[in-house]
């Protein structure tokens, strides 16, 4: 009986300590303030050469670009995070069966080249839609069941190359952006599939921090439909994503929707020129909506338009319109005792030029808007990343090799190194 006894004790510490060490900690392991978010690709070749060890690897495509004392001079910036976006779709391809292993462990010394810069890092699963020499995309993963389940074995994969690494320098976010639930008045498919992406990547990875989200693009009006208790667990970090207003931030972008791409002109905010020059603006956005918009949508989008105009053409009508998606997320996290430095705006920005579009924003619009965002979220006593480094939305780079103005780098380097709450005003230069 007494070693009877001695076992069943023996037994039972062992699955105590089993316990434990699948438990997650009490608070997030992992904290950040300032973020950017690096380029997914540049020159990213299509599926059929995913299986050329020269074409995919290393792995983001950022690595063959950019070296340790670009990601020093961006800690010199004053960042403290990157959020490293990775494209999931080739770990769900079958030109890549032979590269497999060789990709998840270019992910992660990733994660550790910028650990050694000196700044932290989001792994960010970042599915995008399907096309361009693409078979999976972020509509496959969310239609097909078959698909989904393929996704959420990627995720615990990613999970466990991360699992061993350093909890207080590297966080793990399971899904950017789901696109599902966008047209219901409620919340009804992601919650479910969020718990999948939780449940594979925390047994995957006990102490890293992870990075949860609302549905319908990480939009604020999604994040607080979501209730936080369905997923116990201390060790997590909530985002949401803010563009607005969408109206400003992304002129000219022609795979945002049907509306966007003949908008080009508007200032930020629209009261920083004279009320003719906006009206003339205005009026060439609609000669242009009139002319080269299908006719069965033309009325539609010049009411559109009109309506967005309208919403945002006071500086207090602006205010209320930037400010929303904050108060939404803070009410929500008040309500369930989430701490301000639980969360983070994970994405924002203004567009610098569409590729193709001769149209350039000018950077003191970019530069303006981003450094009003920056004060909301910090205000908040929310982390944030900027989109992005490069590309149609670049901070730093451009297109083709091109560098970005630095109005937006300088407005970060002018931030206050203390975080406190900001009064947040927009003053316009109205003549």
Avoid at 282 to 310: C, F, H, M, S
């Amino acid at each position: 009986m007494a070693l009877l006894t001695a076992r069943i004790k023996t037994l039972m510490a062992a699955l105590l300590v089993l316990a434990a060490s699948a438990l997650p900690g009490q608070a997030a392991s992992f904290s950040m303030k300032r973020g950017l978010n690096l380029d997914q690709w540049t020159t990213w070749v299509g599926e059929d050469k995913w299986n050329d060890r020269q074409a995919i690897l290393p792995y983001p495509e950022w690595r063959k670009f950019l070296d340790e004392g670009d990601l020093k001079a961006l800690k010199a910036a004053g960042f403290d995070f990157l959020r490293m976006p990775v494209d999931p779709s080739p770990f769900m391809s079958d030109q890549t069966l032979t590269l497999r292993d060789d990709l998840y462990a270019s992910v992660r010394d990733s994660a550790r080249m910028i650990n050694r810069a000196g700044l932290k890092v989001i792994v960010d699963m970042h599915l995008i839609p399907a096309g361009g020499g693409r078979e999976i995309g972020m509509g496959q993963v969310m239609d097909d069941p078959a698909t989904f389940d393929a996704y959420v074995e990627v995720v615990r994969k990613m999970a466990h190359t991360l699992a061993t690494e350093d909890p207080a320098q590297v966080a793990f976010e399971p899904m950017n952006e789901p696109i599902v639930d966008c047209d219901s008045d409620g919340t009804s498919l992601w919650p479910e599939r969020q718990q999948k992406l939780f449940a594979a990547a925390r047994a995957s990875a006990t102490r890293l921090t992870l990075i949860l989200t609302g549905a319908c693009y990480s939009n604020a009006a999604s994040l607080v439909k979501i209730d936080p208790k369905s997923i116990p667990d201390d060790n997590l970090i909530w985002t949401f994503h803010s563009y607005d207003p969408f109206l400003l931030t992304h002129q000219g972008a022609t795979w945002a929707g049907d509306f966007i791409l003949y908008v080009t002109g508007l200032p930020y905010p629209l009261t920083a020129v004279p009320r003719a020059e906006l009206d003339a603006t205005l009026d060439a956005i609609r000669a242009k909506i009139k002319a080269e918009a299908p006719w069965t949508r033309r009325n539609g989008l010049l009411a559109y338009l009109d309506e967005q105009a309208a919403s945002m053409d006071t500086d207090e009508k602006l205010l209320g319109v930037m400010d929303a998606p904050f108060e939404k997320v803070e009410a929500w996290a008040k309500a369930n005792a989430i701490k301000p430095e639980n969360i983070t705006l994970g994405e924002f920005g203004m567009i610098r030029q569409e590729y193709g579009n001769p149209y350039v924003m000018p950077p003191k619009y970019r530069a303006a808007y981003v450094k009003d965002m920056i004060a909301r979220a910090e205000a908040h006593g929310f982390s944030w990343s900027v989109w992005s480094f490069g590309g149609a939305f670049g901070i730093i780079d451009a297109f083709n090799g091109e560098k970005a103005e630095p109005a937006v780098m300088d407005a970060i380097r002018s931030l206050p190194l203390a975080l406190g709450h900001v009064e947040i005003q927009i003053r316009p230069s109205r003549k």
